[in-house]
């Protein structure tokens, strides 16, 4: 991913399929998907922040407790988190949606089943051992098991260089980009 003078491009991805999901491998030490059944403000907000520290993720660091628990207590919102010999590597967030995009052919909203996969990253010492394209497999799986039309997610140039392709790999396709700040 290259930037225009340092400004951010954020890029919209989708599959409008499953059969469109390419799995990666498995990485060569044991590994598990779990999700996180109850809703538990300290682990999404550890998540958040380690993974994100990296990557500019600023906006629910400022968050309370209460605003934590609002946000995990919404209906379709599922934590997921991957495992290396039993020790977190990473967590996915995926959120059942309406989804408002897309249009029917005389021009009028239509309202279509679709997973978003909110967030999504590795913690830092488990980047590079192969296992981002295996949780992004388990990912895009748990997100067409909850039935919808489509799946999608975003990710832009401040994001971890490996995230863009890790998403095109897996069957990921571009349907709009944005330049600038908060795109």
């Given at each position: 991913?290259?930037?225009v ?39 999404n ?65 239509a ?15 488990f ?7 295996a ?49």
């Amino acid at each position: 991913m290259t930037t225009v003078a340092d400004e951010l491009i954020t890029y919209y991805l989708e599959m409008t399929s499953p059969e469109e999901l390419s799995p990666a491998r498995q990485p060569a030490e044991p590994f598990t998907v779990r999700q996180a059944e109850l809703a538990f403000p300290a682990l999404n907000r550890f998540f958040y922040s380690e993974v994100g520290r990296a990557h500019s993720w600023t906006d629910r660091l400022g968050w309370s407790e209460e605003e934590w628990q609002a946000w995990l207590a919404r209906p379709g919102l599922q934590t997921w988190i991957g495992y290396i010999r039993e020790t977190p590597a990473g967590y996915f967030e995926l959120e059942k949606q309406r989804d408002a995009s897309a249009r029917q052919a005389d021009g009028e909203s239509a309202s279509v089943d679709a997973v978003e996969l909110v967030y999504f990253g590795l913690l830092p010492p488990f980047i590079g051992r192969g296992v981002g394209g295996a949780l992004l497999t388990e990912a895009v799986r748990r997100a067409w098991a909850l039935g919808p039309q489509r799946v999608w997610v975003h990710t832009c140039t401040a994001d971890h260089p490996a995230a863009l392709p890790n998403y095109r790999r897996r069957g990921f396709r571009i349907y709009d980009q944005k330049r600038g700040e908060g795109a």
